[in-house]
T-cell receptor, first 112, second 113 residues
């Protein structure tokens, strides 16, 4: 079963706007990761945040983690058409470090 | 590095036939994962290996599915006999160490008619 549920399922914005995607999960975790998947391609790792971290940045990406609410958010600032993709969160439950469970994904469409 | 390599990229087969999917992980990576992605069920972990040893195969849907990793540079996922509901994109991924980003291959799109 899927650990993470993502919200929204689909998001359409214009280039230059910010995009925020949310992920909720069910159990205690070691880490949470975000991946991107372009249509017809494999997943590409974006960022990993550990359970004792609250916020992490990487370029135009900002990830937050609230373990008390079992939720995470991914913010993409100043979006570009090339950011059009599906975005997935993935968690590894406490005690199963290498086994990832992926969320349902958010489909992001960035238009010119 | 060429990344994770999967073959074939596309496979179309008839129900009842045997299907073998292949994966070459990134050199030096000690974990290998097989996933299946469908619209209905999303991305599911089927099985993963550590140092060529299967660690968790609880995601393998049924006995028709089997996976092997005879050495550090090669793994196969076999479906015998195949059924239309096996149609999906199958991904292989690898990583170095237990808690790290996973590197995905381009996937094999399997269609069973």
């Amino acid at each position: 079963s899927q650990q993470g549920e993502e919200d929204p399922q689909a998001l359409s914005i214009q280039e230059g706007e910010n995009a925020t995607m949310n992920c909720s999960y069910k159990t205690s975790i070691n880490n949470l990761q975000w991946y991107r998947q372009n249509s017809g391609r494999g997943l590409v790792h974006l960022i990993l945040i550990r359970s004792n971290e609250r916020e992490k940045h990487s370029g135009r990406l900002r990830v937050t983690l609230d373990t008390s609410k079992k939720s995470s958010s991914l913010l993409i600032t100043a979006s570009r058409a090339a950011d059009t993709a599906s975005y997935f969160c993935a968690t590894d439950e406490t005690g199963t470090a290498s086994k990832l469970t992926f969320g349902t994904g958010t489909r992001l469409q960035v238009t010119l | 590095d060429a990344g994770v390599i999967q073959s074939p990229r596309h496979e179309v087969t008839e129900m009842g036939q045997e299907v073998t999917l292949r994966c070459k992980p990134i050199s030096g990576h000690d974990y290998l994962f097989w996933y299946r992605q469908t619209m209905m069920r999303g991305l599911e972990l089927l099985i993963y290996f550590n140092n060529n040893v299967p660690i968790d195969d609880s995601g393998m849907p049924e006995d028709r599915f089997s996976a092997k990793m005879p050495n550090a540079s090669f793994s196969t996922l076999k479906i015998q006999p195949s059924e239309p509901r096996d149609s999906a994109v199958y991904f292989c991924a690898s990583t170095a160490g237990a808690v790290n980003e996973q590197y995905f291959g381009p996937g094999t799109r399997l269609t069973v008619t």
